[in-house]
């Protein structure tokens, strides 16, 4: 961005002791928030947010060492948005898998500085002749994000068209973790599960809590209850709790997958979890005319005793 723009959207955004824009890696520009109770940086491609980092604790998302910051490209990290679809799109194979949302530019739309200290961010996805080719019904897709010792993330689809349509959407959030050996999820026990290991998809049941000894790939289905991410190493519990979402996606590409990626960096998958608050496969949203759907994820950290 060139500064002129950037000194226009800090003019127009910009809140001393909250929140700022810099140009950040690749060329991307950034939003760096820091307030009283936590630190966050947000992009403006994809609505990204690669960061956020309570006061007194390690980060909380993971964020590749490794990864290719351009425009155009998703970033290996932080919170990666699917929209309008998860996984490949059901029709076309050569459409971009997990939809478009997440390597095209955003606009600022509002910042606010919240009475107990927290902030407030909105973004806007920016429709171009590419997105309405790949996504042909009228509708607005937002982020509403709130930086504080939580982190909240709303993604909300808007329908304003006077036809329904469906979406698959997911908040893929990479979590920073010591280790994966160190660590358990709990609270999707007795949940039916895909698993998309290997290419193939088996329905099968989560006994007990998750631990992750080898590649992971599942859509849990029909979720409800609060993840919590137990973490021996980091003496912590990530607590994830959603609403309007009924999937959730717990991703690990471990040893193979991750070298084949090439932006995970050596031992990378070991550091890191995806747990996506989500709506796939039997859980795609039918958003009606003149009707909004939210999807919201709350995530906060809890000493682990
Ligand atoms: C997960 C999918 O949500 O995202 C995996 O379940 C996929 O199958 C992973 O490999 C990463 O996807 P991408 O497109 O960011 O490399």
Wanted: hydrophobic share 40%.
């Amino acid at each position: 961005m060139s500064s002129t723009d950037l000194s226009a959207l800090n003019s127009r955004f910009a809140i001393p002791g909250h929140v700022q824009f810099e140009d950040g890696p690749g060329g991307l520009t950034i939003a760096e928030i820091a307030n009283s109770h936590a630190e966050a940086t947000i992009a403006l491609q994809g609505a990204h947010v690669m960061n956020w980092q309570p006061s007194g604790q390690e980060p909380v998302l993971w964020l590749s060492r490794f990864g290719k910051f351009a425009p155009g490209k998703s970033i290996r990290g932080g919170v990666p948005i699917c929209w309008p679809w998860f996984g490949p799109h059901a029709e076309d194979a050569k459409l971009p898998g997990h939809g478009f949302a997440r390597t095209v530019m955003w606009e600022m739309l509002e910042t606010k500085a919240l009475p107990d200290g927290a902030t407030f961010l909105c973004l806007g996805l920016i429709e171009t002749d590419a997105t309405r080719t790949q996504w042909p019904h009228p509708s607005s897709a937002q982020l509403r994000v709130t930086v504080s010792a939580e982190l909240k993330i709303e993604l909300v689809t808007c329908n304003t068209s006077s036809a329904p349509f469906q979406i698959g959407e997911a908040l893929h959030t990479y979590f920073h973790i010591s280790d994966v050996a160190n660590m358990a999820i709990r609270g999707l026990e007795a949940c039916t599960y895909l698993d998309k290991v290997g290419g193939s998809s088996t329905r099968k049941t989560q006994r007990g809590p998750i631990v992750i000894e080898s590649e992971v790939d599942r859509v849990y289905l029909d979720t409800e209850a609060d993840c919590l991410i137990e973490d021996r190493g980091l003496k912590r519990r990530i607590r994830i709790a959603t609403r309007g979402s009924r999937s959730t996606v717990v991703w690990n590409p471990w040893i193979e997958k991750a070298e084949k990626m090439g932006d995970f960096g050596p031992e990378g998958y070991r550091g890191m979890v995806c747990v996506e608050s989500a709506n796939a496969v039997d859980n795609v949203v039918t958003v009606l005319p003149g009707t909004e759907h939210i999807l919201l994820t709350v995530i906060g950290v809890e000493a682990l005793t």
